[in-house]
Every structure is written in C-alpha cells, then in structure tokens.
C-alpha cells in the first residue's frame, strides 16, 4: 500500500502555534536544523495523527508521575494558546494514488480539563479539503484506521514504521520473551497461540482435578471406608421392637430407624441420649422428691414480706367487722375533740353532731339528747349575738386554747418565761401562768359587764357538756392509740389479700406445720417476726434428696421426653432402655453396612476422577508440546524470511565492526536473540557499543519494514547522532536502493548530514525534499 504524506498543517501543538508544510518528495525528505526547533515535533504530529496518541509521552507519564498527582491540562498543547483555540493536525495524504485529508483535533477547554495522557482521545476527522471546516468526527476510528493502514496499524507504526531519537534500542534492552511477544502478531501465530492458550487453561484446571488436595481427599475417603468396614458390629440375639416412650415421638424410638452411623453413634455413646434417659430412670425418685420440695417451697415459703403479713394479721381476720367499726369509732371522737377546739366555728359549721358509735362513750351525766339540745341552743344565741359579744366570747376561747397549747408545750420541755402573745419576760413561769390567769379574769368580768348571753350559754355549755365528754373522749383515744394503726392496716386489705392470708394459714396447717406461736402478740406493725424459724418448720417437711444423684440433664428429659408425667417415666424399667440399646445396635449394624458400601462407593468414584484427570493431563501435556513444537519449527522457518534481510542490513550499517560483516538472529520459538556468531551464548547487547546498537536496531527495523510493512511510509529521527561516517554511508545506500519505494522522511541537526543524504539521492536522479525548521521559525517571526 503505497502512503504518500503530501502536506502537513499544525496550529497549537507544542512549539507550534502555526505551521504550515508542504512535502515535495514522495522518496527522501530530510528535516534539519539545531535541536529545539521541532523536528522531533513533526514526527510526533505525525504519530499522533496517525495512531490518536504518542507513545513515548504515555510511557513517560507512567514512569514519572503519580496518578494522584495529576494535574488538569495537556502538554502537547501550545502553552500560549488562546481561548477557545483548537489543537489541530491537519495532512494531505495519498494513499494508493487516492488523496485523503485527514485531521485530529481537539478544543484547548476539553484538554484544559482533561487528567492524564493515557486517556486522552483526539477525535479523528475527514476534511473535503484541507482548508475545510470539520464536520462531525468519524465515529469508529479503529475501523476506518484500520481499513486505510492495515489491521494493526498502532502495532506496525510503533515496531516498523518509525524510529525513535531516544527508544531506538528499546527493543533490544527487552526481556528476549517480550521481544518475541511484541513482533509475535507478524508471524501469523494468533490462532495456534489461542490454541496453545486453551491447552494450557485446560491444563490448569485439569491440574486442580488431581492436585494434592484431591489426592488427600482420597486418601481421607480410603480411611473412612476402612473405619466404616471395622464399625460392622458382630451378630447378636435379635431384639423386637418395644416402644419405649408413650408421651413423645423420639426418633431413636421408632421401628425403622434410617440415620447415618454417626447418629447411631451418638445415640449410644457413654454420654449419648439413651445413657442419659437410663441414668434419669434410675435415679427419678431422687428427682421427684427435689420436684416435690420445690413445689412445697413455692407454695409455703413465699416471699418473706408475705410471710411477714401472714403472722402479723391472719389471727386477727375474725375481728375484722368489729375493727371496722371501732375504727370508725375512733375517727369520729378524734373529729369531736378537734371540734372542741374552737366551739363557736364548729357549732356555725355543724361539726358537734355526736354520731351514734359515740353514745356508749359519753359520759353518765350527759345523754345524746342534751349534747345535742345544748349545741342547738348555742347556735340560736350566735345567730342572735351581737358583733361584740361574739369577739367577747371568741377572745375568751381564744384565751383558753393559747393557755391550753402553752401549757402542752411546756409539759413537753418547752419551758419559758416569755409572753406567748407580746414577748415580755416574767420572773418564772409560774407567775406568767398567774398573769394569765389575771387576764382571763379581766376577760370574764368584761364579759359580765357586758351581759353577754352567749358567753354565759359557753359558760355553761362547757361546764355541763364540753368538759365531760371531752375527758371521756379523751381518754379513750389514749387507750386506743397503740393500736389504731395495726387495725386500720387490716380493715383496708382487699378481700384476695384477706382469702390468701387465711389460704396460706390453711395450707401450713394442712402440712402439719405449727405456727401459732410465731404469731405476732401485741400491736407493733414494727415488729421483727421470727421467720427463719418458720422456713425451719417448713423445711422440715421436705423428702430427703441425694444431691449427687441429681444431673443437669434432668429437667430438659423431664419436659421434653416425658413431658412432666411422672406415671409415664415410672413405666419405663431399666431392663427395657437395656433392650432398646440392643434392638439400635441392630439398626445400627444394618446402617453400617450400608454405610461402608456408600464410603466405598464415594472412595472409588473420588480415586476414578484423580486417575482419569491425572491421565487427561498427561495427554494436554503432549498435546501442548505438539503445538509447542509446531509453532517453534513454524517460528523457525518464519525468522528465516527476514533473517538474510538482516543479516545483510546489519552488515550494511556496521561496515567497521570487527566481529565479522553482520549479525545474526536467532528463534528458539520463546524467544529472539541477537547473536555475534551462530550459536553464541551471550546476546549483543552486551558486547555493543550504544552507536552500534542503535545501527543494529536500524538493521532490524528496515528488515522488518522491508518484509511486513502494509504502507510505505518510513520516519527515522535523527539516526546518525551515534553513528560513524562509514556507517552512515552504508545506511544512506541501504536507503537508496533497498527502499527507494518508500516515503522516507529522516531528521538530522547536522547540516552537512542533510546535504550528504540529499546529495546521495540526487546523484542517481531521485528527487528529495528538504525542511529546515530553523528557517520556518524564522519565516513566522517575519510574518509577525
């Protein structure tokens, strides 16, 4: 395919802000000038418009720069390029003798906020013209790329296509496997490769068939089945079936008893199921007794502040009714007494109403219809007295309660001599008692001078009634203080309180236990009670209990197995769990066998599967190695075609190497070796000087060019900076006649390089073309 580059356009790409060249040669094209006017720049373009990207700029990247670093922005962008201004490779191509215009570009905003060169897209246009505006973007570049430069157009322009000024001997310096790898596309090797792939993925997982885990998962199947043929039990006398437990379903208790050996085995074990249910026979009456001393002391020995309540009040219940009402009693003479306190408030307010629980509290002189006459005449003389007769009379019972209160307080110890009402300090307390006295007599003849009929109805109220019932009142309250509290306490229990008192008296009574004399003797709801020796007597009941013969187990057989139905485990003897242990021996016997064919069974089929895929993988083995050798021979003869074209190159480049006139390369179908002499040891890269390594890649990427190149285009930058004047030469000729159909675009900063390379061709009447991008620069600075 012939690919002729005719025209070059570049606006804001690295050192360019515009450039616009014109090339004239389809043969020679030599691009000269100092270093740092762009010619590396030129190639790059090129690169980039062909294959959307540069490689040694990604590999840099890769290198040099943590990707979290990145910053945002690209360096192939003119780094003065203005707003909204577009990166743009625009050529001229002849592919075939048809002209294509291509271009890639991109807006500097996109590239602004582009990370990272590795995922950087350029999209790809075609122009009508060179000078035309882009329309949309070819939408699968891959396709249309490759249809114009082959197939593996990225791959070939790298390895063949283009020699790089600073990667030139990147080839060689690789791992000889990798060199293989990266040329291995050209020898049409895909297909038997995918092959040799398949074989050894197969190989692989047939490996894991028959690794060392299989192979100890069927020794591990071996000894089982070995264990399983020892556990075969000898016969015994049959057994028939008896079930053993009514209450429950257990499954060891059924007539056909389908389990794995290791059930069994469970089951029977020194510590298994029926071991346990035959140790809980033996020693039920010891756990029934337990069960019947936890049930007597849930029921006899509640909580303590239950028993507490019990002999406090439950010999008292039959008095309840009357306690009702000599409380009752007490409440209303303790209401009078505090009537008498202030007799006109409470006569205005019909609070001395003697009620009847009080007539056999009165006294002989004074009977309920007189209290109550008298009460009725005073509340007429209020209604009738003046406003101050009534403060005359309250004045006085007001003196009366003070003298009344002060005297308590000083019965009590708190003796003064201090006025009560004004503060003065008296000689003694005696004699304050005497002017108090004084005043009351003041008082009193106040009163009389007055002729107050209500103060004398007082008078004589309290003289004939208040004072008497008062005492008598009085004194009855005293003699029942002690013990209002605790009846009062009973007659406000609720009837299940009253029933559970008299239903625990019942119950202790019922188990022979004496409590009477615990009972408490006075009135004291303080009282400390004597019940520990309650839960002494109660104890006393209990049955003996052989704790050793108690077992964690117990309740858990109890409830689940017999569901707490002691006739039902009573049904049960020893001698029948004995016989139920026989008859699952049998069973067990008979699942034995059937488990030892199953092991047997599991153990032969797991050893097939080792031996058949252990015997698979030998045959992928030789299978690989067929194709292994296939390829090689295939490799082999494939080197061959493009081994003379090397040799001779090489021999070309390097006239002045002292080994011999070539180097020769070498395919053991892994790898490729460049050798001095046939079957050296050591590749050159260790014996060569850097000018001379750089000629021998020049040697092996012409001969590839020369052999698989799908177009003709061929870009050299700067060859000759390692090479020597001889050498130089031999690659001029070797350019002239070798590749004179190709379009050889090569860079150079030595001008009388550039002359030579031109001259050499003009000699035979080849035409070359010549940019010097020195004078480019120059020419845009004129333009400015």
């Not at 203005?82 to 048809?98: C, D, F, H, Y």
């Not at 006025?419 to 004084?438: A, M, Q, R, Y």
Request: hydrophobic share 35%; aromatic share 10%; proline share 3%.
């Amino acid at each position: 395919m012939a690919l002729i580059v005719k025209r070059l356009v570049i606006n804001n790409f690295k050192i360019f802000e515009s450039l616009d060249l014109s090339v004239e040669s389809d043969h020679l094209i030599v691009l000269d000038g100092p270093n740092g006017f762009g010619k590396s720049s030129f190639f790059d373009a090129l690169e980039l418009l062909l294959t959307g990207s540069i490689r040694r700029y990604i590999e840099l990247e890769t290198l040099t720069i943590d990707g979290r670093s990145l910053k945002p922005g690209c360096p192939w962008l003119y780094n003065q390029a203005k707003a909204g201004a577009w990166l743009s490779i625009r050529a001229e191509v002849m592919i075939n003798e048809q002209t294509k215009f291509l271009e890639r570009a991109a807006c500097k905003v996109d590239l602004d906020r582009n990370k990272g060169l590795k995922g950087l897209k350029l999209p790809l246009y075609e122009l009508s013209t060179l000078e035309a505006d882009r329309s949309a973007a070819i939408p699968d570049e891959e396709s249309y790329l490759s249809e114009l430069l082959g197939a593996e157009y990225k791959r070939d322009f790298e390895l063949f296509h283009y020699v790089e000024q600073e990667e030139n001997t990147r080839l060689l310096k690789q791992k000889e496997k990798d060199r293989q790898q990266q040329i291995a596309h050209l020898f049409e090797i895909g297909e038997i490769q995918q092959r040799i792939n398949n074989i050894n993925q197969s190989h692989t997982k047939i490996g894991k068939l028959c690794g060392p885990q299989q192979k100890r998962e069927v020794t591990d199947l071996e000894s089982k089945w070995a264990k399983a043929k020892q556990q075969l039990l000898p016969d015994e006398e049959p057994v028939g079936y008896q079930r053993l437990v009514e209450m429950t379903n257990q499954s060891w208790d059924r007539e056909i008893v389908e389990y794995e050996v290791e059930q069994f085995e469970e089951w029977l074990s020194p510590d298994g199921e029926l071991f346990r249910i035959g140790r809980f026979i033996k020693y039920f009456s010891q756990y029934e007794n337990q069960l019947y001393n936890d049930a007597l002391a849930r029921k006899l020995l509640p909580q303590p502040e239950l028993q507490q309540r019990m002999l406090t009040f439950v010999h008292r219940v039959p008095h309840l009714q009357m306690w009702k009402q000599e409380v009752l009693q007490y409440d209303a003479a303790e209401r009078i007494i505090i009537a008498f306190q202030d007799v006109l408030e409470a006569v205005k307010n019909n609070k001395l109403i003697l009620p009847s629980s009080l007539t056999a509290l009165l006294p002989d002189t004074v009977t309920p219809s007189e209290f109550e006459h008298q009460v009725t005449l005073l509340k007429q003389q209020i209604t009738s007295a003046d406003k101050l007769d009534k403060s005359l009379v309250g004045l006085v019972l007001m003196r009366e309660q003070l003298v009344r209160a002060f005297k308590q307080f000083h019965l009590h110890g708190g003796a003064t001599e201090s006025c009560p009402t004004c503060g003065h300090n008296w000689e003694s307390f005696d004699v304050l008692l005497e002017e108090i006295e004084k005043q009351g007599e003041t008082l009193k003849l106040l009163a009389e001078q007055q002729d107050s009929q209500l103060a004398q109805q007082l008078a004589d109220f309290k003289l004939t009634c208040q004072d008497p019932v008062e005492q008598k009142l009085s004194y009855y309250l005293q003699q029942q203080q002690g013990k209002v509290a605790y009846k009062r306490q009973l007659v406000t229990f609720s009837q299940e309180q009253i029933f559970w008192l008299d239903s625990y008296a019942k119950q202790l009574t019922k188990e022979g236990i004496e409590f009477q004399d615990l009972l408490l003797k006075n009135y004291d709801l303080n009282a400390e009670l004597p019940l520990p020796a309650l839960e002494l007597r109660v104890r006393s009941k209990f049955k003996p209990v052989d704790e050793s013969c108690l077992y964690p187990d117990f309740d858990h057989l109890y409830t689940e197995v017999f569901k707490k139905d002691p006739s039902a485990v009573k049904q049960v003897k020893y001698s029948q769990i004995e016989n139920k242990i026989t008859y699952l021996r049998q069973q067990q016997s008979l699942a034995s066998s059937k488990y030892a064919i199953a092991c047997g069974l599991s153990y032969k089929k797991a050893n097939q599967e080792v031996k058949s895929a252990t015997k698979l993988k030998k045959h992928l083995r030789r299978l690989k190695d067929i194709y292994e050798s296939e390829k090689k021979s295939y490799l082999e003869s494939i080197v061959k075609e493009i081994e003379i074209l090397f040799h001779i190159y090489s021999g070309r480049l390097m006239q002045s190497y002292q080994q011999g006139l070539g180097i020769f390369i070498e395919n053991d179908g892994n790898s490729i070796a460049f050798h001095e002499k046939p079957g050296q040891d050591h590749d050159v890269v260790f014996s060569m000087s850097s000018g001379q390594l750089s000629a021998l890649v020049l040697s092996f990427t012409l001969a590839l060019n020369q052999r698989y190149a799908k177009h003709t285009l061929l870009l050299i930058d700067d060859p000759v900076q390692t090479l020597d004047e001889i050498n130089v030469a031999g690659f001029v000729e070797l350019l002239r006649t070798e590749f004179a159909s190709r379009q050889v675009i090569i860079s150079t900063h030595e001008d009388h390089m550039s002359a030579y390379f031109r001259y050499k061709y003009k000699k035979f009447g080849m035409p070359v073309g010549r940019i010097n991008f020195m004078e480019q620069a120059r020419a845009a600075i004129d333009i400015e």
